[in-house]
């Protein structure tokens, strides 16, 4: 079997046979989105999904609902995060609930199954049903509604894309990414709010701002936040996602070196501070598109990516072992095959 190897990032193998490839496309830049690295197509639209919650977050704080509805940095944490309807989810997003002052009924999200296996199968045993407060997007559902209510808004279509908090959303987007409003496109997220869709290296480019502003390097108002929502993601990891996920596993092992956000269907971004950074002044952002969705795929090649730049030490990239050239096991646990990381993802 042959393949085009110039696309391709990921192949798995099974008794040695390629049985599968997944193609990709990666940008990393710096937070004036100045192109360092690439692979493939860096300026692919790509419809983000999650990894957009920071830059929906900052419109949130935008209306100070954080302030009038007293949300701490866990709650932020929360809103940016794509939990895994742990205990600590749920009851925290039910206690935020409670601080707007409105009940479940008001959440335009569905409950889901939750990403957690562990948490799906004691769900399963209890015969739990879960309620909008399980939803993944729960903490983002929960700050819009705190957002349309500290505008003075409606909060019955707090969701809709035209509604006033949506509008700012949208606008905050585009601005934060350097992009003029109609620069970006929306579609309908799996939590049914709006979702944009825009270069590939722009995701980059709001992860570098990140991680630019927690290092000290944006005094505006603007750059306190987006160091507020860094601050949030990275001081509460397990909020972000949750036990033996990539993101939590991730932050907790670089210690608030850098953030990082996963997306649906196979997108994922990451912003460096300088410190973390070997022989540079300035902070990065990394984001990368897997074509299929494949999120195995996904995080293996971001695990590639963070070595071969070289970012953080041997112990903190041994960190992420178990996702960055994962083993394929049978119904018997007998290994049969596995998943490699082509070795030159990147280019200058």
Known sequence: MTFDASQTAVVTYRNGIVESTHRAHIAVVNANGKMLHAFNDPHRLTLVRSAAKPAQALAIIATGALE?????????????????????????????????????????????????????????????????????????????????????????????????????????????????????????????????????????????????????????ARGQALAHIYRAMTTHPELVAGEQRFCTTLMRAFGGALVGKVGADGSYAIGVRKNALKNADEAIGIAV??????????????????????????EQRAALRAFDRPPIRNTMGVETGYLEVRGDLLKP
């Open 68 to 220: 009038r509805f007293g949300f701490d940095d866990g709650d932020l944490a929360l809103m940016c995060g794509s939990n895994s309807s742990e205990a600590r989810h749920i009851e925290r997003a039910r206690s935020m609930l409670a601080k707007v002052g409105v009940d479940e009924s008001a959440m335009r999200c569905g409950g889901h199954a939750p990403l957690s296996d562990a948490v799906w199968r004691d769900w399963i045993k209890r015969g739990f049903e879960p309620t909008p407060a399980c939803s993944n997007c729960s903490g983002k559902h929960v700050g819009m509604l705190a957002a349309a209510r500290a505008m003075g808004a409606s909060i019955d279509d707090y969701h809709a894309a035209g509604h006033p908090l949506q509008l700012r959303v949208k606008h905050t987007v585009a601005e934060v990414c350097d992009l003029p409003d109609d620069g970006v496109q929306w579609g309908i997220d799996g939590c049914n709010l709006p979702t944009p869709a825009f270069p590939l290296d722009r995701l980059a480019r709001l992860y570098a701002k990140l991680a630019h502003a927690a290092d000290g390097d944006a005094k505006d």
């Open 289 to 314: 598109k897997v074509e299929d969705g494949n999120v195995t795929a996904l995080y293996a090649i971001v695990a590639a990516v963070l070595q071969q730049l070289d970012i953080g030490t041997p």
